[in-house]
C-alpha cells in the first residue's frame, strides 16, 4: 500500500481485462443484455405509444381509473412480483429464456413508459390531429404523421431510460437466467467475484 496513493499504478497491467473477455463468458453476457434489452424498449415503446394516445385522446369510459391503476403498478417494488412470475414462468417454460426476461422487464416497465407518454401526448394541441383529419388523414394516419414525430424527443428518452434500466436490472435476471450462457451483463459482473 502507498501513501499517497498513485493515480496510474506501476506496472500497467492489462491481464485481467484481455483474461475477462477471453476466458469468461463475459461477453455472451454482453450480447444477453443488449438482446433484452433491445427487445424490452422496442415492445414497450410499441404498446406504451399506443395506449398512451388512446388514453390521453380518447374519450375512454374509466380512462382515469385506468391511470390511477398505471401510476399504482409503477410504484411495485421488483421483490413483490418475482415470486409469481417465477412460478408463471416456470408453468411455461420460460425459465433461462430471453422471451421470459423480456416479457418480465416489458410488464414492469410498461406502466411507467405509459405514464409519462401520456402526460406527454395530453400536452400537445388536439387541433394539430384536426387539421390532419380534415386535410384526410384517417385517426391512424395523424398519429403516425403528426403526432408521433412530434413526440420523437419524449419517445427517445422514454426508450433511453427503458433501455439503461433493464440495462441495468439485476433481480429478475438474476431469478429467472440461472445457466451462464443466458446470464445478463449485472449477474455476469457478480459472478466474476
Same mark, same amino acid.
Do not use: H
Given at each position: 500500500v502507498r501513501i499517497p496513493?498513485? $493515480?496510474i499504478p506501476k506496472p500497467v497491467d492489462f491481464g485481467r481485462y484481455v483474461w475477462i473477455f477471453k476466458? +469468461? $463468458?463475459f461477453p455472451l453476457n454482453v450480447r444477453n443484455s443488449i438482446i433484452t434489452s433491445s427487445v424490452t424498449t422496442f415492445t414497450c415503446l410499441l404498446f406504451s405509444t399506443l395506449a398512451s394516445y388512446a388514453l390521453a385522446r380518447l374519450k375512454l369510459p374509466g380512462s382515469k381509473t385506468i391511470m390511477m391503476s398505471v401510476l399504482v403498478c409503477s410504484m411495485l417494488p421488483a421483490i413483490s412480483i418475482v415470486g409469481p412470475l417465477y412460478l408463471t414462468f416456470k408453468k411455461f417454460h420460460l425459465i433461462n429464456s430471453f422471451t421470459g426476461l423480456s416479457i418480465?422487464? +416489458?410488464a414492469f416497465f410498461l406502466p411507467f413508459t405509459m405514464w409519462f407518454l401520456t402526460s406527454f401526448f395530453r400536452t400537445i394541441p388536439s387541433e394539430l390531429e384536426e387539421a390532419a383529419v380534415i386535410d384526410g388523414c384517417s385517426p391512424f394516419q395523424a398519429l403516425f404523421r403528426i403526432i408521433i414525430p412530434l413526440s420523437a424527443p419524449a419517445i427517445f428518452t422514454v426508450? +433511453?431510460?427503458v433501455f439503461i434500466f433493464s440495462w441495468n436490472e439485476f433481480l429478475f435476471a438474476f431469478t429467472f437466467m440461472s445457466t451462464d450462457p443466458v446470464?445478463?451483463?449485472p449477474v455476469g459482473i457478480m459472478m466474476l467475484q
Open positions: 496513493p498513485q $493515480l476466458e +469468461t $463468458l418480465a422487464y +416489458t426508450g +433511453t431510460m446470464r445478463t451483463y
